[in-house]
């Protein structure tokens, strides 16, 4: 789904001013080590979230382009992005006011300055920042929208845990629909949860034929309701923890988690309408095989109407660039970064 057609970075990190356009479903940056790859996608969490890094906020001291810091000049840097909605793209209702002056394409930007904690916002081409009632209704739609940074060598089972609370509040709320007797509870969560993963089971089965079965590991009585969600794998007559799973198989156990959620948001009325994905080198420990395996599923499930995802992506990797429908080479010259559209 393309939600982002066009983003301006402007004297950010090492990028003094580049406008990456015509953006796809799924958008692959690919480069040397060092040639600012990933500040690309630490932009787009600025713009979406005030962080740079997971966890850490703004900090212009460190996110200014760096070779202009002693120049006499004012100093700012911004992060503009276009936004052209699909019409899946709903506003729920009490938000028309914010549909009305957003319309359906437009641009917001968001501008820092030294000694300012909170950035200025601007739409379309306003000469002056937008007011804080405008401001809060901007707020307002960017929440309509998950925002996903999962930066390099995460490890693929710390950010399932962490969406534990998401994933039990997808399951309980499918669940809700056919457990309506007591004694019923633990039988409809079995099937609930088997329902709920059933294109993961089947993905990564497809990658690893040796795996039998995957549940989520969910209570089988009362006494089991304090728990963590995670998962276990069958081989054989052996289940076995997601923990004693290969990097490999954790990463997709983890893209389906994440999509899984994502998906469920949309189907909740008033809730997300959209999500954005801005992950560093998915490929990074896997073998061939899962690395297509996995290109394969980003291109999927970025190009699925009925997800409502994009997706952006650095990378060293040919199948993730072939699989991409829109790639960027990104260079460094005297360490400023330059990118440029691959055909």
Not at 42 to 52: E, G, I, K, P, V
Not at 113 to 124: A, G, S, T
Not at 196 to 208: R, W
């Amino acid at each position: 789904m393309k939600l982002i057609s066009k983003v301006e970075i402007d004297h950010f990190r090492s990028i003094r001013n580049e406008t990456i356009d015509g953006l796809g479903d799924f958008t692959a940056f690919a480069g040397l080590n060092n040639s600012g790859k990933s500040n690309v996608l630490r932009a787009l969490n600025a713009f979406f979230r005030d962080q740079t890094d997971s966890g850490l906020r703004v900090d212009f001291a460190q996110d200014y382009y760096r070779h202009d810091l002693k120049t006499k000049k004012s100093k700012l840097f911004s992060i503009t992005v276009k936004f052209d909605l699909p019409a899946s793209f709903k506003f729920r209702r009490g938000l028309e006011p914010i549909e009305k002056l957003l319309g359906r394409s437009f641009t917001i930007r968001k501008l820092w300055m030294r000694n300012r904690p909170e950035p200025h916002y601007y739409l379309n081409n306003f000469e002056n920042p937008l007011s804080l009632e405008l401001r809060a209704q901007i707020e307002q739609f960017l929440a309509l929208i998950s925002f996903r940074y999962i930066p390099n060598r995460v490890l693929p089972l710390d950010i399932i845990r962490s969406e534990h609370k998401a994933l039990r509040d997808v399951l309980v709320r499918r669940l809700a629909k056919e457990a309506k007797k007591q004694e019923s509870v633990f039988a409809a969560i079995g099937k609930t949860s088997e329902t709920l993963i059933k294109s993961l089971q089947s993905a990564v089965h497809e990658a690893c034929p040796d795996v039998g079965s995957i549940r989520l590991a969910t209570p089988l009585a009362w006494q089991d309701l304090i728990f963590a969600f995670g998962y276990k794998l069958r081989t054989n007559d052996s289940e076995l923890d997601d923990t004693a799973q290969g990097s490999g198989i954790q990463s997709l156990l983890m893209l389906e988690t994440l999509s899984l959620i994502d998906r469920d948001y949309f189907q909740k009325f008033g809730w997300r309408q959209a999500a954005i994905w801005a992950v560093e080198e998915p490929e990074s420990s896997l073998h061939t095989s899962l690395e297509a395996k996995v290109a394969s599923y980003l291109a999927k499930i970025a190009s699925a109407e009925d997800n409502r995802l994009q997706v952006f992506c650095t990378t060293h990797s040919d199948l993730m660039l072939q699989n991409a429908d829109q790639n960027y080479f990104v260079t460094m010259s005297k360490g400023s970064s330059a990118l440029e559209a691959c055909d």
